[in-house]
C-alpha cells in the first residue's frame, strides 16, 4: 500500500521528486512517499503561500476561521469520514502504536479543537480577541491589533499522532501563512489536514503547506528558513540547538525542548479503595503513546503513611500495566529503543544488587517494567516505551527541591491530593519551573487552551502594532470634519 | 499445559488428591514442593514419581495448621525452588465420612463445627498469607484451595464439614477481590466423593451406586480427575478468572 505525505500547492505532483518511507506493522506495510524538493521550489512554495496569506487568510474574520477549522475538526472525529478512517486504518501501522489507543487518543485529542475550545483558546491569550480582526482599545491608552506572521515555520518531530495540529492551528488562528515540515516517524497527518482544509474552504487552498526533508538535511531546512518570519521547533536540544544556528538573525525562533514530566500521590489517596484506582489512573498515563510525549511521567513519588505502601501500590501499578498490556499493547521497539529499555533496566537492577529493599518488577522481555526505589534516588529519564520508577517518599512536600536541579526539563506533574496540599504542591512546583498540573490519568490529555511549556500558544505568534493615543488624538486635527 | 519454570507447593500431598495434583504438576515440567504431615515414606515416594514424571519435587513435613510450620515451610520452599508460583490447598482436619453413623445435627456440638472450621480455614488463611509477599513482588500467582460438591448439593449432611468447605469458598471469593489488582487469582475446586482415598476407603458400595445413579457422567471421581482443572485454574489458560468454584463430580452439581 503507498500513501503521498505533504501538501504542496502549486507544485504538480510530476515535478516533485518523491522518496519512499517504509512502514511495518505485523504483517501489514506501508510506502509513505515524502516530497524532496529543490532550493527553487521551496522558494516557491513560500511565496505562494505568503501571498494567499495575505490576501485571503489574513481578510478572514476569526470567527471565521474558527468556523472552518471546527468543520475540518468534525470530519476527522466523523469515524465514516475517509480522513478519519485513513487515520484509524494507517496510524497504526506508522507509528507501530494500538489500534483502539490511537482510535480513543485521537478523538479525545480532537475534540479539543471544536469551536467552544478554539474559542477558549483565544480567551485564553487575548482578552479581547476581536485584535485579531481590528484595532482595539488596550488597557494602557489607544489601541492595538495583533498580526500573525507572514510565514510561520514549523519542523515537528516525535511519533505522537495528531501533534502537529497544535501549532498549525494555532499559526491559522492568528493568520499565519504556515508551512510545517513533517518527521519521517509520522509524516501523513498534518498534511491530511490540510487538504481536508482545502477542501472545506478552497479559497485558503494556497494559505499552508506541509512539507518534509530528512532530519539534520541542512540545505532543505536552510532554504526553508530563510523565508520564515518565526520559526517554531520541536526535538532534542542537540537538533534544537542545530536549528538555531541556522536561523537567520532577524527571525523569531521558539523552541520546544524534550520534557520530563512526573506524578505525585499523596497518602491521602493510599487507602485501600483510591489506591486501585490511582494506580489505573497512573498506568494509564504511562500506556499512553508509550511515554512519548513531553507530559507523559518518567517517575511516580509516592507518600508514605497511608494505608496503602508505596510498595503495594507500586505493585498495583504492575498489575495495572501487565492488564494495559492485553488491552493496548506496546509497540514494536526499534533496536535503540530496546536498547534504551534494557540499559534502564540495568541500570535498576544494579540498584537492587546494593539497596535490597528496592525493586524491579517485570520480566526482562516483557512490555513493562516497574522499579521500586527509597531514599534520594536521581530524578532521571525513564527508559520510555513502559518503564516506569516508583519513588517512595516520607513526605511530598519534600519532592520540590529534589527536583528543582532540573528545572529547564520539567513541565506536567500528574497529582493526586487533597486540595489544600493540591495548592502548596503546586507552588512550590510552579517555583521549580513546572508549568502544569492534572489530575492523574489525564496527565497525557491536556485541556483546550492548554499554556504549552508554561507559555501562549497565540500571543507569542504574533506581534502587535499599536495606534498610541497621540496618534490617534493628533489624527481628529486633520479630520474633515474637524470644526 | 506447560509448567516448566514454575514453583507448585500443594498441601497434604503424601497420598489420595493431593498427590495425584502433585503428579500431575510434575508431569507438565513444575517443580512441586510435597507438603505432608506425618508419612514421611509416603511423600518421599510421591516426590520420587515427581520426578520420574519429569519435574523437580521435594517432600516438605509441616502440620499447616501451625503458624510457625507454616512459616518454616514457606521458607524452606522458597529457599529450594527460590518463588512460589502456585499455591494448592488440599489438606484438611481429617474427617469421618461415614453415611450411616454421620453425626445429626442435635448430636453435634459448636466444637465439632470449630474442629472443622479451623481445619479448613486456619491452615488456608495461614498459607495464603505466608506465600503472599512472594507472589506479590512478581505481581502474579495462582491458589486454589479444594472445597467439596457438598457446599452446592449436600447428598449427605455432614453439617460441620461441608459448612467448613462453605466457609472457605466465602474466604476464597474475598481473597481473589483483594488480591486481583496483584494480579493473583484465587479459585476453587470442588470434587464430589472421590475414590479411592484414604478418606473414603471405607465408603459403602451402595452409596457409591446411589451416588453414581444421580451423576449423569455414571460413574465416581478418581483422584486423577480432579487434578485437571486444578492443572487449568493454575495455568495462563485460565489468567482472567478468579474467585470461581469449578465443580467436578461428572455433572452431579450444576452451576
Known sequence: MTERAGYLPGLAADEVEWRVLRFGRGIETLEIEVPVLSDAQMAALAARVRDAGRHHLKTLSTARIVNIIDQAIARLLDRDDPYRRKAEALLPVVTGYDGEMIRLGLTGYLKTFRKPELNRFLAEDFPNPGILDDFQPIAKGGVARAFGPDILVHIWAGNVPGLPLWSLISGLLVKAGNIGKVPSAEPLFAGWFAQILAEIEPSLADCFAIVWWKGGDIVQEKALLKEAELVLAYGGNESLAAIRSRVPVTTRYLAYGHKISFGMISRAALDVRKATTAAHQAAYDVVRYDQQGCYSPHVFFVERGGKVSPRDFCRYLAHELASFERKYPRRALTIAEAGDVAAWRHQAELKVLSRPEHEIMGDAEGAWSVAYVEGDDDFAPSGLNRTIKIVAVDSLADVASRIAPYKAFLQTVGIAAPPDELYRLADDLGRVGVTRISALGQMTAPEAGWHHDGRFNLLDLVTLTEIEHSAEAVSDSFAPYVD | ?255
Not at chain 2, 518421599?44 to 513435613?61: D, I, N
Not at chain 2, 475414590?195 to 471421581?221: G, H, Q
Request: hydrophobic residues 45%; aromatic residues 8%.
Open chain 2, 1 to 255: 499445559m506447560d509448567f516448566q519454570d514454575k514453583v507448585v507447593l500443594v498441601t497434604g500431598a503424601s497420598r489420595g488428591i493431593g498427590a495425584a495434583i502433585a503428579r500431575a504438576f510434575a508431569g507438565e515440567g513444575a517443580a512441586v514442593a510435597v507438603n505432608y504431615l506425618q508419612n514421611t515414606a509416603a511423600a518421599e515416594a510421591v516426590a520420587a514419581e515427581c520426578r520420574e514424571l519429569g519435574g523437580e519435587a521435594s517432600p516438605f513435613q509441616a502440620d499447616v495448621t501451625n503458624g510457625d510450620e507454616i512459616t518454616s515451610l514457606v521458607g524452606g520452599v522458597l529457599e529450594t525452588f527460590g518463588k512460589i508460583d502456585v499455591l494448592v490447598n488440599n489438606a484438611f482436619r481429617p474427617y469421618v465420612f461415614d453415611p450411616e453413623n454421620r453425626k445429626m445435627f442435635w448430636e453435634l456440638d459448636w466444637a465439632d463445627y470449630q474442629t472443622q472450621i479451623e481445619g479448613a480455614l486456619i491452615s488456608t488463611h495461614g498459607l495464603c498469607k505466608a506465600v503472599l509477599p512472594s507472589m506479590k513482588m512478581r505481581t502474579q500467582g495462582a491458589i486454589i484451595n479444594i472445597a467439596s460438591d457438598l457446599v452446592a448439593r449436600p447428598t449427605i449432611p455432614y453439617h460441620d464439614y461441608t459448612t467448613a468447605k462453605a466457609a472457605l469458598i466465602g474466604f476464597s471469593r474475598n481473597l481473589a477481590v483483594e488480591l486481583g489488582p496483584f494480579g493473583i487469582r484465587v479459585n476453587c475446586v470442588a470434587p464430589g466423593i472421590v475414590y479411592p482415598t484414604d478418606a473414603t476407603r471405607d465408603t459403602k458400595e451402595e452409596i457409591k451406586d446411589m451416588l453414581i445413579a444421580s451423576t449423569p457422567m455414571k460413574r465416581i471421581a478418581t483422584p486423577e480427575d480432579v487434578t485437571g482443572p486444578v492443572l487449568f485454574l493454575a495455568s495462563d489458560w485460565s489468567r482472567f478468572m478468579t474467585g470461581q468454584t469449578l465443580y467436578v463430580d461428572g455433572g452431579l452439581v450444576m452451576n
